[in-house]
Nanobody
Framework: QVQLVESGGGLVQAGGSLRLSCAAS????????LGWYRQSPGKQRELVAT???????NYADSVKGRFTISRDNAKNTVYLQMNSLNPEDTAVYYC?????????????????WGQGTQVIVSS
C-alpha cells in the first residue's frame, strides 16, 4: 500500500502565500506523476498542477503565474507554492500520485489520493 500525507493548508488573506507538501511512502517501485487537484463546495474536483517524472509541468489556466509545482524525487514529495492567493482559490486541495508498484503480474501503475488539506483565502 501507499500513503500520501499532505500538509501546509490553512487560512490566509487575499494576496498571501501558502506552501503545500505531499509525501508518498509505502510500497513504491517508481513515482510517475505527482499532482495537485482542488475541490470547492458544489464544484467538481479540478486539476491545479501536475509534474511528471520526466520533468514536465502542467498548470490550470487559473493558477498560471501564481502557483509553482515542484518535486523532490529522493523524498517522493511534491510541493505546491501558492502566491497571490485570492478567495476563488479557497478549496480542499488533494495530492495525487500515479505510482508504479511491483505485483505478481509485473509492474503496474496505480493512482493514489491524499486525504485533502483545506485552504481558505479571506478577502
Amino acid at each position: 500500500q501507499v500513503q500520501l500525507v499532505e500538509s501546509g493548508g490553512g487560512l490566509v488573506q487575499a494576496g498571501g502565500s501558502l506552501r503545500l507538501s505531499c509525501a508518498a511512502s509505502g510500497s513504491i517501485f517508481s513515482v510517475n506523476v505527482l499532482g495537485w487537484y482542488r475541490q470547492s463546495p458544489g464544484k467538481q474536483r479540478e486539476l491545479v498542477a501536475t509534474f511528471t517524472s520526466g520533468g514536465i509541468t502542467n498548470y490550470a489556466d487559473s493558477v498560471k503565474g501564481r502557483f509553482t509545482i515542484s518535486r523532490d524525487n529522493a523524498k517522493n514529495t511534491v510541493y505546491l507554492q501558492m502566491n497571490s492567493l485570492n478567495p476563488e482559490d479557497t478549496a480542499v486541495y488533494y495530492c495525487n500520485a500515479r505510482i508504479t508498484q511491483l505485483t505478481s503480474l509485473g509492474p503496474r501503475p496505480y493512482d493514489y489520493w491524499g486525504q485533502g488539506t483545506q485552504v481558505i483565502v479571506s478577502s
